[in-house]
């Protein structure tokens, strides 16, 4: 799992950009998503990569696992 764009860059822009890589059920990933946006507040936009996370698709990123 991997934190994109403006808070990889310690950067509040209201949006936050996570890219998750591997095989996931994207439908159930969707409810998860949709429930910490309302306990947070904030728009998240996913990414979900079945392969190897490429950094050069990203101008900053934070690896959380």
Same mark, same amino acid.
Not at 23 to 43: C, H, L, N
Not at 46 to 63: G, H, K, M, Q
């Given at each position: 799992? #991997?934190?994109?764009?403006? #808070?990889?860059?310690?950067? %509040?822009?209201?949006?936050? *950009?996570?890219?998750?890589?591997?095989?996931? *059920?994207?439908? /159930?990933?969707?409810?998860?998503?949709? %429930?910490? /946006? &309302? &306990?947070?507040?904030? &728009?998240?936009?996913?990414?979900?990569? %079945?392969? /190897? +996370?490429?950094?050069?698709?990203? %101008?900053? #990123?934070?690896?959380? +696992?």
């Amino acid at each position: 799992i #991997y934190i994109v764009g403006d #808070y990889a860059r310690g950067i %509040d822009g209201g949006l936050i *950009q996570v890219v998750v890589v591997g095989i996931i *059920q994207p439908i /159930e990933m969707a409810k998860i998503v949709k %429930d910490i /946006e &309302k &306990k947070i507040g904030r &728009k998240i936009d996913l990414v979900i990569l %079945d392969s /190897e +996370f490429n950094d050069l698709n990203f %101008d900053s #990123y934070l690896r959380l +696992f």
